[in-house]
């Protein structure tokens, strides 16, 4: 159970959490583009009976970029130049940023209403804090 704050004590923490939601926010303003989806490099062989990617070691053909994705329930795939790939790259890098980001407010905002009601509970009530949803999966 968790020990009872005096109402100065609660606005101090609700304050806390404000100041820090305001901070998630500027964090977010500056992720720029985002994309969803995953990038990998293949190397790949040909199979013509010459060729380099058949010989001992195989040298292989590559690398090739492929950003991958879901569209309506279907897997899309599409191939990139190497420009484009560390573009999308970094556009990957920033969807997870905006992700975790986004977890933090989630956070932040529960506290804060864990606060905001305990501040407004009357003294019968109990200080158990309302179940939290699930975590969204990544």
Known sequence: MARKLS??????RLRECQK???RIKARIRDVGFICEGSLVERWTSCGKPNCRCTGDPPQRHGPYYQLTWKEQGKTV????????????QEWITNRR??????????EVSWRAGDYLLQATRTP???SESPSRPPKPRT
């Open 97 to 106: 940023e905006l992700e975790a980001l986004l977890q933090q407010m989630r």
């Open 77 to 88: 795939t599409r191939r990139l130049a190497p420009e484009q790939a560390q573009l999308y």
């Open 20 to 22: 820090q939601y305001a």
């Open 7 to 12: 109402p100065k004590q609660l606005e101090k």
């Open 124 to 126: 019968g009530e109990t």
